[in-house]
């Protein structure tokens, strides 16, 4: 295993060095053919390749898992590829349809148990789906109104509140089913949606593995206003609505990819049936050329199972200062402040920790932290510097630092159990490179330094490196 483990990494340092001779250009990857006057077909599709390894103290700084001791042991490592075929079928300017095809698959070269047996692994040729199936109708009566129906992709905003359909499957698909229409003029963008998700996929149609998405089936709907008064000031104003409909068993059972949220303590876990009403405001723009930023606020009212309040809230403020134009390798500086609310232990039937729903993905770059809290932002703060610079067309650099601490420190589903509110410091460094436009290089590094929150935690490494291929 090891002489295999290190012909694998000296392949994947061979192939980043001959990346790095590739010289820039901007070829593209996407191929179209006429079928009939104003009937198109274009086609094409990507593979995302990851090399990915983190310690077992990235899952559990204490080394303790549902509260019992998790093994020491080599670290998580394995290869991941996910791939993608996707068509569009043009009929002027006034039709589309759109489909496309995905399969995630990977090998496991090292973790507790059997390294590619059980629910936790995804082996080739694993199971192939839609994960679009949508027609788009643009300009519909000659108005500013485009519809589509079927499978889509709709982040909204900043991604902060509402992007992610499909949280369970890790960054394989973020889709919803259903229905938006949009409206868009100078000034103004509405967006109007109504989705209903099932907790597991019905177009899975080649090996299917009736793989969890979600903790239930979920129906949404709701609007997105975006108002533009200047450069200097933009808006956003949102209202979603999501009746949750929990289909996990009360007793028994349990799926290794659920989010267990709220967190009801060791498995079996139920996670109930929830109505939930966000509301949010979003101001942002370019203040001067050389300073951006954005500030943004929701709120959230609702119960779970009937009998539990709910009431959390989200505040992300992000502030980015840039270089004069012309300046050597571009250097900006992003200062953020990110808020989840938590659940105060001292409130009986009331939580109100914040629920990200449609956020339960890596909202910042590094995947170190939503491994460790499995996508489930909530009762926590953080705040945080990145500095960025580029090196001509192909090359990109960024290194984070992160604060983190929790609003309750000595919470029932506070993993740590150390008491503390000190969640710990984060380090993070990226490399991009992109030869072409249908090729790209990423190397990320994170480390986690933990602190009171955890008891008696142990640092944490996390690293990945990833190659898309665009055809």
């Not at 899952?59 to 490592?77: D, F, K, L, N, T």
């Not at 759109?98 to 070269?109: D, E, K, Q, T």
């Not at 909204?156 to 919803?176: A, H, K, N």
């Not at 593995?209 to 104003?237: C, E, M, V």
Request: hydrophobic letters at 40%.
């Amino acid at each position: 295993m090891r002489s295999s483990q290190g012909a694998m990494a000296r392949w994947w340092r061979r192939g980043l060095a001959a990346a790095a001779m590739v010289a820039c250009t901007g070829a593209q990857a996407a191929h179209t053919v006429a079928l009939a006057d104003d009937v198109d077909l274009t086609v094409g599709g990507d593979m995302r390749i990851r090399l990915e390894g983190f310690e077992r103290t990235v899952i559990s700084p204490e080394m303790e898992v549902y509260g019992g001791a998790q093994e020491w042991g080599p670290a998580y490592r394995y290869l991941r590829v996910r791939t993608r075929l996707w068509g569009t079928v043009a009929f002027g300017e006034s039709m589309k349809l759109n489909a496309r095809l995905v399969n995630r698959s990977h090998h496991v070269f090292s973790r507790p148990g059997e390294n590619n047996d059980g629910p936790g692994t995804w082996e080739f040729p694993d199971e192939v789906i839609l994960d679009l199936m949508n027609i788009q109708l643009s300009n519909i009566a000659d108005s500013d109104w485009s519809l589509t129906l079927g499978r889509q992709e709709f982040p909204l905003g900043s991604g902060m509140v509402f992007l992610e359909g499909t949280p369970y499957d890790q960054g394989r698909t973020i889709y919803f089913d259903g229905l938006s229409a949009v409206m868009k003029k100078e000034k103004d963008t509405l967006k109007l949606f109504a989705f209903y998700n099932n907790y597991k996929d019905k177009f899975a149609f080649i090996d299917d593995q009736n793989r969890r998405l979600s903790r239930g089936d979920i129906f949404t709907t709701g609007a997105y206003w975006t108002h533009g008064f200047k450069p200097s000031l933009n808006t956003d104003l949102y209202y979603i609505y999501a009746n949750i409909n929990d289909t996990r068993p009360t007793l028994g059972g349990f799926d290794g990819a659920e989010r267990n949220f709220p967190y009801a303590g060791p498995p079996p876990q139920s996670d109930a049936d929830a109505l939930i009403h966000t509301a949010g405001v979003r101001l942002f723009g370019a203040m001067h050329e050389q300073v951006d930023y954005s500030l943004e606020y929701a709120c959230q009212d609702g119960e779970y199972n009937r009998s539990s309040d709910l009431t959390g809230d989200m505040l992300d403020a992000r502030l980015t200062l840039k270089a004069p134009k012309g300046t050597r390798f571009s250097p900006s500086l992003l200062l953020q402040y990110t808020s989840w609310s938590g659940d105060d232990p001292g409130s009986a039937n009331e939580f109100e920790g914040w629920d990200p729903l449609f956020a339960g993905y890596p909202i910042f770059r590094e995947e170190l932290l939503p491994i460790m809290f499995n996508g489930n932002w909530t009762n926590m703060d953080q705040y945080r510097l990145e500095a960025r610079a580029s090196a001509g067309p192909c090359w990109k650099f960024a290194a984070a630092y992160a604060y983190l601490r929790a609003d309750y420190g000595n919470l029932a589903n506070a993993a740590g159990g150390g008491g503390g509110d000190s969640i710990g410091h984060l380090v993070s460094a990226f490399v991009d490179y992109a030869p072409t436009s249908w090729l790209k290089f990423a190397v990320e590094v994170a480390h986690f330094f933990p602190n009171s929150y955890w008891n008696g935690g142990d640092d944490s490494t996390w690293a990945r490196f990833q190659t898309i291929v665009e055809f």
